[in-house]
């Protein structure tokens, strides 16, 4: 993230927000979501962001002071309303690996959230740029997420115990950064529900225990 101490302080942040100046702060920060995720954060000029707000550039700095200040609320408010769609599935005390697809369906239905981190991460590879160290830990925090998932799914006794599941996290990371970007740019070819929950069957076939795997246990007669 951008070091909150280089950023320029911004008028509104010395006056209690009103009703009125949080709806225009919000309205910003929606329309900006758009375009940096249309363009990324070099393309995006904030006198553009100012007209697609019906604004004055300097009452847009009015608001957030600094280019660099906006991508980093911009980011805040992407990662505050991904926490919530995501609640859900992370605090569930069954969650389970297998049910990743729930994530693909979350992330076609934020199509526009998911997009903006795809070119965000694309545009911060490089360890001097803004985001770098951001992306960084955020793709760090959801390989250790999965590892956590894993390992849950080994105590019931969905997986085998002898699977590496810090490779497997690695791989269900990969894939879901790797099919958002396909979905993105071929939507009507690709089918990123679809293939996820293809993939889960997979790998739940591949990961069960002995004697557990698909079509190898017959069900129990009844008594």
Not at 157 to 179: H, K, N, W
């Amino acid at each position: 993230m951008p070091d909150p101490g280089h950023t320029r302080r911004a008028g509104a942040d010395e006056r209690t927000r009103q009703t009125r100046g949080e709806a225009r702060r919000q309205r910003i920060l929606d329309t900006a979501v758009e375009l940096l995720a249309a363009r990324g954060f070099r393309g995006t000029s904030l006198a553009e962001l100012a007209e697609r707000v019906g604004m004055t550039h300097p009452g847009l700095l009015y608001y957030f002071g600094s280019k660099d200040r906006l991508l980093r609320e911009v980011v805040a408010e992407r990662e505050r309303q991904e926490g919530v769609a995501y609640l859900a599935f992370f605090d569930d005390e069954d969650t389970s690996m297998f049910k990743v697809g729930d994530i693909a369906r979350l992330m076609v239905a934020n199509a526009t959230f998911t997009r903006l981190y795809v070119v965000l991460a694309a545009e911060n590879l490089d360890p001097g740029d803004p985001l770098h160290g951001f992306f960084v830990d955020r793709y760090e925090r959801a390989r250790r997420a999965g590892i956590g998932i894993l390992r849950a799914d080994q105590a019931r006794g969905d997986i085998r115990p002898d699977v590496d599941i810090a490779q497997v996290s690695c791989e269900v990371t990969a894939m879901l950064m790797g099919i958002e970007v396909q979905w993105l740019m071929d939507p009507d070819r690709v089918d990123l529900i679809a293939v996820v929950d293809a993939y889960v069957e997979g790998l739940r076939t591949r990961l069960a225990p002995q004697g557990h795997r698909a079509g190898l246990v017959s069900p129990p007669t009844p008594p």
